[in-house]
Structure formats: C-alpha cells, structure tokens
C-alpha cells in the first residue's frame, strides 16, 4: 500500500539555517503528494501540494518542495529558518484503494526545532 | 471565512463512559474526515462522511462511530471508553472530498480517559 517515510522525529536547527525535512514515498509514483504543518495545539494546515508532472512546488511561508522520481523523495526546504517554523511537519499520501474519496496516510511527523 | 469548527475543545471521561465530539466544516465544504492522533501512533484515519453517507472507515473498532446531518455538521461517537482512547481527535473538511482534495482542519478535541 502506498505509504511515506518521514527520516528524523526531531530536526534542529539555527535561525536563519537552512531547513531540510525528508520524506520519501512507498512503491509507484503517487499522484498526488502532501506537506502540512501543525503548530502547538492547532490542527494541520496545508503547506502545498504536488501534483503530478510537477518537480519544485513552491508553498506558503517560503517553504518549497522538491519531487525527485529517481529518489522515490518529496523532501521540504526553506533556504532562511525562522523562529516561527518550529511546528511539526507531515508528509502524506492519498491512500489507495479508497474508492476515489478523502483518505489520506499521513507520515510520523518531523519536528522543527529553531534555535536562535 | 469560519474556519473547521471542533467542540469542546477538551475533554475528561473515565473508562467505560462514551463521548461525543462535534465538527462544523466550513461553509459550502461536504465532506468531513475524522483522524486520531496520538503520540504512539500518529495520525490516523478514522472515517470520511459525504452527504450523510459514510463512504470510508478506518482499522479502528466497532465502539468508534460517527454520523452527519443535512447541514454537513458531523459528529463521532466514541462508547465504553478505554484508556488507550486518550487521543486528539482532528476533523477536517474538503468541498466534495474528492481523492487528492486539500483538507482544512479543525483545532481537535483533546480526549483524557482516565
């Protein structure tokens, strides 16, 4: 069944740091894959969206992700940490077999640390 | 725009009682998902209602339940509370909750079973 990997629970980082958050897809190509966001006690919130045919997908608060087939990855970059994105981040996936509604897998999660 | 409405916002029951949570999706939006997150498991997917109709469920047992009236609101019912059922519980809407659909979420019901 398709699925994601998140490598890392925790991630730390300083302000103003490169952040790198990894996430690689389970077996064929999916056709659509997720970032979101949750900050403490509040639900999850979209970060973006690929698509297929898409390679770099830009998102909100200057997050960006890049589909790499070859590496079967949806990693998240932001070029500038700030103290703001320490939240926890999930990659997820459409779940198969799902008669073409709502279902989503969700990864573990990665937490953002930002250190200033 | 109202956001994904989840009430109450806290919970405490004691083993063997049932809770009921609530979730107003946002305005226009027909389908509701409900999703349990624990720190053990993460997030997990519970059930999916479009137009009243249940049209997915998750691997969870028969005491979990849930319906949704005419207006979209949606409820879960959960009966015989076990400890293990200490969860967040996140309802997220979508327009018609199609596959690939972005899913705006609610701020969750925090669930203690004591």
């Known amino acids: 069944a398709q699925s994601v990997t998140q490598l890392g629970s925790h991630v730390s980082v300083s302000e103003g740091a490169l952040v790198l958050l990894r996430c690689n897809y389970s077996?064929?190509?999916?056709?659509?894959l997720f970032w979101y966001v949750q900050y403490p006690n509040q639900g999850l919130q979209l970060l973006l969206k690929?698509?297929?045919?898409?390679?770099l997908v830009k998102g909100i608060n200057g997050f960006e992700a890049e589909f790499k087939k070859s590496e079967t990855s949806f990693h998240l970059t932001k070029p500038s940490a700030h103290m703001s994105d320490a939240a926890e981040y999930f990659c997820?996936?459409?779940?198969?077999?799902?008669?073409?509604?709502?279902?989503?897998?969700f990864g573990t999660g990665t937490k953002l640390q930002v250190i200033p | 725009k109202a956001g994904v409405t989840q009430t109450p916002r806290y919970l405490i029951k004691t083993r063997g009682q049932q809770v009921t949570l609530s979730c107003s999706p946002i305005?226009?939006?027909?389908?509701v998902s409900w999703y349990q997150q624990t720190p053990g498991q993460g997030l997990q997917f519970l059930f999916e209602?479009?137009?009243?109709?249940?049209?997915n469920k998750g691997n969870f047992p028969g005491r979990f339940s849930g319906r949704q009236f005419s207006n979209s609101r949606s409820e879960m019912n959960v009966s015989t509370l076990e400890l293990g059922d200490s969860a967040l519980y996140l309802c997220?809407?979508?327009?018609?909750?199609?596959?690939?659909?972005?899913?705006?979420f609610g701020s969750g019901t925090q669930l203690s079973v004591l």
């Open positions: 077996s064929s190509v999916p056709p659509y």
């Open positions: 690929y698509t297929t045919g898409a390679t």
């Open positions: 997820a996936v459409p779940a198969p077999h799902s008669g073409g509604y709502q279902k989503v897998t």
């Open positions: 997220a809407s979508s327009f018609q909750g199609a596959y690939g659909e972005k899913l705006f």
């Open positions: 209602y479009f137009s009243e109709t249940q049209r």
């Open positions: 305005s226009g939006h027909r389908s």
